[in-house]
């Protein structure tokens, strides 16, 4: 965080739903690092405790144990505070197709409890991790925030959903709202274990178990892996912002590169093999495409730089650099 930021942020309670998973723990540890009051709700459905452990003894921390289906409980998470990052959620394209009742409970009903609760709160800002997976079936690449397609998955929608919330909610009631697009997003503390594990963790406990990864169809599939670092940076931007033209509004949320699954695991060897030199020499396996998913992804930047002055620093080789240095650290 810049000095005019931590300023502005300066006595300001920030509510961080989902504060106890991959993305929400990171910013829990920037606003803290910056003497920002944090309040996290979490049900520790996907959050993990050992994620906000070392934050329990910070006096500006306070910890909610709740779900956001139910009202009362966002009612009362957002007494006294100013600016809302919302970021639980049920993640997973596989997983809303498996069960999309759960996942539209979670990412609609949930998503609408936070907007109602903080409507009534009169909170300042209402921040929310929205989804590259809105795009659906628009092909063109990069993908541009006003230009979108067909939902693909049960997740797809409830992501969209969200965005067409949000806007009634900043039309209707003047809440100001900002929704960031996360593309593939990776980085410390993303848990690679179970049956919906992103790729980049994943790939990572396989190969330092000596496992062969599977990749989901020819490996041609590319997407705009994302860094933490820079998603911090566009939460923190969204929440400081002082241009008016900045708000209610979406944004894509990504580095601007595309990698291939295939080029991905020849970078993940070639960091993870500085720790095991055999890593190097371990195969990939193929299997069939996925369900749901599009062939690629690859962001626009330029209204993010352009209205917040988003200036993502990791780019996907720098960024598995320090992702790999901390899963070894961790996993091993």
């Not at 920002?36 to 006096?59: M, W, Y």
């Not at 067909?150 to 929704?179: M, Q, R, W």
């Not at 944004?251 to 960091?271: M, P, V």
Request: glycine share 6%; aromatic share 10%; proline share 3%.
């Amino acid at each position: 965080m810049t000095q005019d930021q931590t300023d502005y942020l300066k006595g300001r309670h920030v509510l961080i739903t989902g504060g106890a998973g991959f993305i929400g723990s990171n910013l829990c540890e920037e606003l803290l690092n910056n003497e920002v009051h944090v309040v996290c709700l979490d049900n520790f459905a996907t959050g993990k405790r050992e994620n906000i452990q070392s934050f329990l003894s910070h006096p500006k921390f306070t910890l909610i144990e709740g779900d956001i289906r139910d009202l009362d409980t966002c009612k009362a998470a957002c007494k006294g505070i100013d600016f809302v990052l919302h970021q639980a959620a049920l993640g997973s394209v596989p997983r809303s197709i498996k069960d999309p009742i759960t996942s539209n409970d979670v990412n609609v009903t949930g998503f609408l409890n936070m907007l109602v609760a903080s409507r009534d709160a009169d909170v300042k800002r209402f921040i929310y991790a929205a989804s590259s997976s809105t795009y659906g079936d628009h092909e063109a690449l990069p993908k541009v925030e006003d230009t979108i397609g067909k939902p693909l998955s049960p997740y797809a929608i409830t992501k969209y959903v969200n965005e067409l919330y949000a806007d009634i909610f900043s039309g209707t009631y003047g809440l100001n709202t900002i929704g960031l697009r996360y593309f593939n997003v990776f980085g410390r503390r993303q848990d690679p274990n179970g049956a919906y594990a992103a790729v980049i963790p994943k790939f990572v406990l396989q190969f330092m178990s000596h496992e062969s990864p599977f990749i989901n169809g020819d490996g041609s599939y590319s997407r705009d892996f994302t860094y933490i670092d820079n998603v911090v940076q566009m939460n923190i931007l969204a929440l400081c912002t002082q241009n008016q033209a900045a708000l209610n509004t979406v944004y894509n949320t990504a580095y601007g590169q595309r990698t291939t699954l295939l080029e991905l695991t020849e970078l993940l060897k070639k960091h993870l093999s500085k720790f095991d030199k055999d890593i190097s020499k371990i195969a990939i396996k193929h299997r069939d495409n996925r369900a749901g998913d599009i062939p690629h992804s690859l962001a626009s930047i330029e209204k993010a730089k352009k209205l917040l002055g988003y200036d993502p620093k990791y780019d996907i080789d720098s960024g598995l650099k320090e992702a790999v240095s901390w899963y070894w650290e961790h996993l091993k």
